[in-house]
């Protein structure tokens, strides 16, 4: 059974009846109302061999990836985040400077993002494990459920980026050409999008995070909006060419379908296009159903975790 | 290096500055304000062969459990809950009816306790893992660090039952006694203390939840405090006298420094101690430090993740 499909027979054992929650499961945050004020819950782990290999990750680089996942969550439902749990379970061996890395990681993306840690939890286990849960607080929340027939589709930035850093940080290359280490960059130091927030809160009909691969999260706002997106273009990253032609990869297959790049996808009205000119317009929505590539039906595939 | 001390090594890295931010580290949940409400925040992991055995727990109690160890913080903080996220982390292999029956447990809490499950987030891993973060609200934030010299210390009911309990399901013991499968329960149906949240937010100075053992948790209560702790009188359950005399142990031991009671440990000032008349009142606070059983200090001990 598939990720999507476990998760939804699970999800919907608990019905929820509180009139408070706003959003619950299937969006990238759940959202509650306390005292008038919309507060957003989201939670991302990061498991060692699933998600980082000890030994090829700085654990400064870690601390901050998991910080910035989250992140990525809060500000594609149009938020800003404000307070973190973090729990973790380590091996008894682990070296108590590995942490400290982890932690002087997570302490800069905070410094960054403007969020607090304010508690967690620590157990041991067998593989590293750091689990964070972000809290953050919006106006109004942007869903995937609500692209607009007629709206414009843009992404952050280009994609597929970070699988290109993941396969080039597998392989162990030696004497890393620039661009190169740069595509190492994207994939260990994602940045999430907070600096087009407000924006993404103002003007955006419907928003996602891109961390399942392009066709991946742009197939669930199709689904959750009940509409076809059309892609007309898909801008192909200069870096992503250089590492395509000296690989001899397909660069359009780590553009659709690479995983982890953490730029927002979102839809916004033709008139509220122009807030977004240092955007990547990639194409519009229409009545209907599935992903296109002009007139082609793209399969949607994506990250599996389980 | 202890749990303790790793968790306050790690934890000083990240100072905190946020107004909003009423407690952090330290407490059985952080606190904050958001537009004049008080909400609590606590996480708390159940990792395989850490906090149990996959054959040996049943799973709809394993979601119970995991729920119920959660509502225990924020009980013990005077609040009650109100939205969880959980992060579940999977062996591939894992049989869909084994996390359908942990998601029934969960089901099965959160109506009990009720509470709502709002979110979450899927991985896999080697060893099973179900991580819950839970936020809650009170009207006052009962801490650990506010017992006053001349209160009087309760306990919400008898400790040392889950840690027998515990043995009993280690032991594969056949034929159980009545005894020992109530001894069972205490250990895989922990019941957190909601009956008493009431109370607890009125009447109590300070209050902990004894999941390391009495004598570690109220450790936690005298060091933050800065008081001493004078045990008068330790009641030993019968339950666990019948299971010291079966198995010739020291019932005595159980009652200190067995965990996972889920009992609340608390102060109150004398002329308040009459609300607790359903609870047992075990000693008082001086000033000083330490525990003290009448004359005789008490190692602090306790259980150790880490």
Not at 101 to 122: M, P, S, W
């Amino acid at each position: 059974m598939a990720e999507f499909e476990i998760i939804k027979k699970l999800t919907s054992i608990l019905s929820i009846s509180d009139k408070d929650v706003l959003i619950g499961f299937g969006d990238d945050c759940a959202c509650v109302n306390v005292n008038g004020k919309k507060l957003l819950f989201t939670a991302d782990i990061q498991v060692e061999n699933r998600h980082f290999v000890r030994n090829k990750i700085n654990p400064i680089d870690l601390g901050w990836k998991l910080v910035s996942v989250n992140v990525s969550d809060i500000v594609a439902c149009g938020g800003i985040p404000r307070w973190g749990l973090i729990s973790i379970a380590v091996p008894k061996s682990i070296e108590i400077s590995f942490l400290e890395e982890v932690y002087n990681g997570i302490n800069e993306a905070k410094n960054f993002y403007k969020l607090e840690i304010i508690g967690g939890n620590t157990s041991s286990a067998d593989e590293i494990i750091f689990d964070l849960f972000l809290t953050g607080e919006t106006e109004k929340f942007i869903s995937r459920s609500n692209a607009e027939e007629g709206d414009l589709i843009f992404i952050s930035g280009y994609t597929g980026l970070s699988r290109a850093g993941l396969e080039i940080l597998l392989q162990d290359i030696k004497n890393l050409e620039d661009f190169e280490k740069e595509l190492l960059k994207y994939h260990t130091r994602p940045v999430a999008r907070i600096d087009i927030q407000e924006r993404i809160q103002k003007y955006a009909n419907s928003c996602i995070d891109i961390s399942d691969g392009l066709v991946a999260d742009l197939g669930h706002i199709s689904q959750m909006s009940n509409k076809k997106i059309v892609l007309e273009n898909i801008p192909i990253s200069p870096l992503l060419e250089k590492f395509a032609k000296k690989y001899s990869k397909d660069p359009l297959e780590y553009t659709l379908y690479g995983g982890e790049d953490y730029q927002l996808a979102f839809t916004v009205s033709k008139e509220n296009a122009k807030y977004f000119k240092d955007c990547l317009k990639i194409g519009h929505i229409e009545e209907g159903k599935g992903i296109y590539l002009q007139d082609v039906p793209l399969k949607i595939k994506g990250f599996e975790h389980l």
